[in-house]
């Protein structure tokens, strides 16, 4: 079967892709590995209940009269609505270290305030950041890489500020250890504190279902269970694509949201014979706890939590299978709107070493797994006092996890360092969107697979 365009990977960036592919008439073949669709954002049932894999939190959200917000351009280009969606705000969310907290909602000035409060004299400098923010163009496909943190330095006058301020950037984005680009800085920084949080009602599921139907109204088809075993490349040009099945697809273009190295891997010779780019190597464990009420009930009102137990955070892969020095703690019952879910959900995120989770047979790691599961109910115990007695299940998911699932090396949530905002390889007609494209997040995925297609498929007719 020949196809104008075949996408790797039925996550969120390949989805946008192929809908925005196919509004212009393009016949579109999204072919993906795994029986879920969604990638890195997907979810799976457990004991007849549904658990979101990943998602903490839809960045970007944004009220609707901000027009150039990115959320409202995703809805413009694949002609959805806000209520295809069902978005529903966060109530407030928190940054703890020791002795200090800064709190923030969807409106900016409550973190201004709350930066003013903690570090006093620091609101002016703060607020000239935030302009700067604000006019810097993240958008640019070109923008050079610039190190973030001399950057905050230069701006700021506490390094706890800045500390802080790295953590749930860091924590929501950055494929880099100890620093980061300030381009993706800028991004997610935008996405979290001038945009904001908010969660679909009924879990990832809700926005996976309207992408499907989206797409396959469309006319696109859709190969679940469809792993790429190799790229045909001939001349520096890719013409088809062979699948584990053995069948083969012939096609004039190719996005792939598998991962720069990962693709080019599949290239075989011809992958072979390109430089490879340093894998990343940040990779997470979550733990889920199910209660039979409400952390609301239990006096934990907060949707977010991210904490550091020290003055410096420190982000990088640990030497143990889990860092517990710092992480990140949802609760996605508190979210405006989700107050008659009947049990409460907490989501504990810590960094993980996915090298040593690979390293263990199958006995080590059940006994890890359940050792750290001992630990989450142990520590959510802090958040939410009573935790303990009225948890009814927990799961957890880890680096392996990942791996599998992905396909990432090193089960790196965000990818290699090296972004490709362009989205270019070295094979003329292969393409890289998602996370090594470098737009992070949900909505930003959604708008990689889409400036992807515009840019280098669409803008080429």
Not at 48 to 55: E, I, N, T, W
Not at 294 to 319: C, K, M, R, W
Request: hydrophobic share 40%; proline share 4%; glycine share 10%.
């Amino acid at each position: 079967m020949h196809y104008d365009v075949v996408i790797i990977g039925a996550g969120m960036s390949g989805f946008a892709a192929g809908i925005r592919l196919a509004y212009f008439d393009k016949h579109v073949c999204i072919v993906e590995k795994h029986s879920a669709p969604g990638g890195l954002n997907s979810y799976y049932s457990l004991g007849g209940r549904h658990f979101d894999v990943g998602l903490h939190a839809v960045t970007n959200y944004a009220s609707p009269e901000k027009r150039p917000a990115p959320l409202a351009k995703l809805l413009r280009q694949l002609r959805f609505q806000r209520d295809d969606f069902a978005l529903c705000p966060q109530g407030y969310s928190e940054i703890r270290f020791p002795g200090r907290t800064l709190r923030f909602t969807n409106d900016i000035e409550v973190l201004t305030s709350e930066v003013a409060r903690e570090f006093p004299g620091e609101e002016d400098k703060f607020r000239r950041l935030l302009a700067k923010i604000e006019a810097y163009d993240d958008t640019r496909l070109d923008q050079a890489y610039k190190p973030a943190r001399p950057i905050l330095r230069d701006a700021l006058g506490e390094q706890g500020l800045i500390e802080m301020l790295l953590c749930p950037v860091m924590y929501y984005g950055s494929a880099q250890e100890h620093d980061m680009d300030f381009t993706q800085f800028v991004t997610i920084f935008k996405s979290l504190f001038f945009e904001g949080l908010a969660r679909p009602r009924d879990g990832v599921r809700a926005i996976i279902r309207a992408l499907i139907e989206k797409f396959c109204g469309c006319g696109g088809e859709l190969k679940m269970n469809a792993g790429v075993e190799g790229i045909d490349v001939d001349n520096d040009r890719v013409t088809g694509l062979v699948l584990e099945s053995g069948e083969q697809l012939t096609t004039d273009v190719v996005l792939s949201s598998a991962g720069y190295i990962e693709t080019m891997r599949l290239c075989g010779g011809v992958g072979a014979a390109v430089p490879e780019d340093e894998p990343g190597r940040m990779s997470f464990v979550e733990t889920i706890g199910v209660m039979d009420t409400l952390p609301q009930d239990l006096g934990h009102e907060a949707t977010i939590v991210f904490f550091n137990d020290a003055d410096t955070f420190a982000y990088s892969q640990p030497a143990e299978l889990v860092d517990l020095r710092s992480g990140v703690v949802c609760c996605p019952s508190n979210y405006v709107s989700h107050e008659d879910m009947e049990e409460g959900i907490l989501r504990l995120t810590w960094m993980a070493n996915c090298e040593k989770w690979l390293g263990m047979d199958e006995v080590a790691y059940r006994a890890a797994k359940q050792g750290y599961l001992d630990e989450f109910v142990t520590r959510a115990n802090v958040y939410v006092p009573g935790f303990c007695d009225r948890v009814v299940c927990t799961d957890m998911f880890t680096p392996r996890t990942i791996r599998d699932y992905t396909g990432h090396i090193n089960g790196a949530v965000y990818g290699s360092p090296r972004k490709r905002r362009d989205g270019r390889t070295p094979i003329e007609n292969l393409y890289i969107c998602g996370t090594d494209q470098g737009f992070l997040g949900i909505i930003g995925a959604m708008l990689s697979g889409i400036s992807i297609a515009n840019l280098q498929v669409l803008s080429k007719d």
